[in-house]
């Protein structure tokens, strides 16, 4: 059987190219067998890949790829957590924002890129719960910006 870490580097989001955690705020807080994992935008290691509004600055295709990025960020954030994908139970909630012209209403096409992604990872257990909205900006100027809640296996207490 193959690992979900395995699984995600060979969809191309290596495991090492991950962000430092901020300051101020945690990437990812475990709350029993809980994990909320902050908001990632679509940074490609310390570059800002993806920056602008969808449509008329980032394409539609762009933004989907985007969304993916920043559910590989994500991901990442979440294994250096819990040091395996295999722990992860399923992937319980997405929230995808999108940074959108204001006559854009295709959002939930946009944030589907990261959904693929998880349910290429996980199979049934990245079935997910989702919302997917649109903002007049995000940090950065970024394109995407994904968060996520996954439940995982603690062990024994």
Same mark, same amino acid.
């Given at each position: ?8 580097? &060979?969809?191309?989001?290596?495991? #090492? ?10 990437? @990812? %807080?475990? #709350?029993?067998?809980t994990?909320? !994992? ?5 940074? #490609?290691?310390?570059e ?9 600055? %980032? ?6 790829? !985007? ?8 991901? *990442?954030?979440? *294994? &250096?957590?819990?040091?395996?994908l295999? #722990?992860?139970? *399923?992937? %319980? ?33 990245? &079935?997910? @719960? &989702? ?11 970024? !394109? ?14």
């Amino acid at each position: 059987m193959t690992s979900r870490d395995d699984i995600l580097e &060979r969809l191309g989001y290596p495991l #090492d190219k991950i962000n430092p955690e901020g300051k101020l705020v945690a990437a @990812a %807080v475990v #709350d029993g067998d809980t994990i909320y !994992a902050s908001g990632q935008v679509p940074f #490609d290691g310390s570059e800002l890949v993806y920056k602008g509004k969808v449509p008329s600055e %980032v394409s539609v295709e762009d933004a989907t790829k !985007a969304a993916a990025l920043c559910a590989a960020n994500v991901l *990442r954030v979440v *294994r &250096r957590t819990v040091e395996s994908l295999d #722990d992860i139970e *399923r992937v %319980v909630r997405i929230t995808g924002y999108v940074n959108s012209d204001a006559d854009f209403t295709d959002q939930h096409l946009i944030i589907n890129g990261a959904s693929e992604l998880v349910l290429a990872v996980f199979g049934d257990a990245g &079935r997910h @719960a &989702r919302t997917a909205i649109g903002t007049s900006q995000l940090p950065l100027g970024a !394109a995407v910006e994904v968060e996520m809640i996954l439940h995982y296996d603690s062990g024994p207490l």
